[in-house]
Each structure stands twice: as C-alpha cells, then as structure tokens.
C-alpha cells in the first residue's frame, strides 16, 4: 500500500545542507517570488527601515502599466501617483490606526495579525479598480515595531472603498473598524456550510445550477436556495462576487 515515504524519490534525497545553504534560508524573498509564480494575485513586501518596496511581483493588477521593477523603484509615490485623492486620504488613516492598534497590543502577538482593506487604484487610462490588499507583518524588530510586511492583492468583492478589518491567527472573531465612529468593533467570523462550501466549490469549477444540482444529488431549486444564503451572508448580489469574496476572507 502507498504511504508518505512514496511522495519522496530517491532521485531528491536530501541527507545534509551546508552552511551556504542555511544562510540561503534567510533570503525570504525568494520563497515569495516562488509564490508569486503560482498565484493571480499581485504581492509586493514593504521595507518600513527603508521606507519602500522591497519586492514587487510581475502579476499586472498592481502595476497600472509599470514594469515592476519600476514600481519598486517608485515606492510609496505610487500610491501618490495611482490611488484616488479620498482613497488616499483613507490609506493615511488606515496607517495611522493600524499602527495605533498594533502598539496596544503584546509584542509576542503582533505577528500573528492581518489587516485587510479596500481602495481604488486609477490606471493611466482613467479606469478605476477596487483592489483588497491583505498586510500582514513578516518580521519584527526586538522591540516589537513592524521592520518588513508582505502585501497581498485581488480584485476586490465589495462595492466601496474601506472595509477595514483586522484577523488574528487562531481566533474566531474579526475586528472591523467603524469610519464614521471612529471605533473598533468585534464581530464573529461568517461561517459557511458544508452545502454552501460544495456550492461555491463547484462554481469555481464552472459547474451551472443544473450541473451542481446533480453533482451533490439536489434539485436546482436546492442550488439556489443555498446560493441565496451565500449571498446574503457575504451580502454580495452574484456568485462572481460571492467566490471573490469567500476566497478573499478564507471561507473556502
């Protein structure tokens, strides 16, 4: 019978890594550049000791028609260059009480959160997109101050900019911050079923109604019902957004 040793070929055995090798573990970047290969979304790492980017992915949606080596050389102007003046504004904010929330909370913990947000990046055409970028500490100094933070961006499942919300590893609650009251708030992760998950899963596969409804041995009229719930649930009004916005929040 197949067990976890048939996973491993002969042909890749690894018996001793060199010291050469070990000091080749600290160079992180490249195992971001490896996942950046395997994804749609765009990453790039923010260095706060040297006020910039470290790294910038090739994926397009970030870019707004740079290379991005250019955008790496940019840095912080091109948030100036390509972010709307009051989605501007609001990644000020969103610096300010980010790192206001971080300094009230234990050292050992900083590294275990993420802060997520939505704002509008102008492409030189004059199009405007709704992006989600995922910030989440990567290393931190001795005294606990954020050094280097990696960034995750999609496309965006939600109608306006804002959006501010702050996930811990591990905890089952999802902090949200009120722009109008100027206030955190704790609200409970949404959970999905099993029948909504099984839903979605076959939507990201193409599956219609009709094709799902008798994967999982339903009605179509089932399918829907259970697509209604997701969509009120991720309060998005189709099942493109409804996919974006579960991939994006980690519900499947």
Known sequence: MPNENDFFTSRNTVNEISENEIKQNMNYVEAIKAFARTTYKSIYVIDYEKKGFEYVSENPLFLCGHTASEVQEMGYAFYFKYVIKDDLDLL???????FDFFENIPVEQRIYHTISYDFHLKNPDGKKILINQKLTPVYLTQSGKIWKAICIISLSSEKQSGNIKIYKKGDNKVLKYDLEGNFWKTMDKIKLTDREKEVLQFSIRGYT?????????VSPDTVKFHRRKLFTKL????ISEAISSATNNKLI
Do not use: P, Q, Y
């Not at 109604?209 to 041995?217: K, P, V, W």
């Not at 309060?235 to 189709?238: F, G, I, L, R, S």
């Open 92 to 98: 000020l904010k969103i610096n300010t009480i980010g």
């Open 209 to 217: 109604i009709g094709e799902i409804a008798d994967a999982i041995f």
């Open 235 to 238: 309060e998005v009004a189709n």
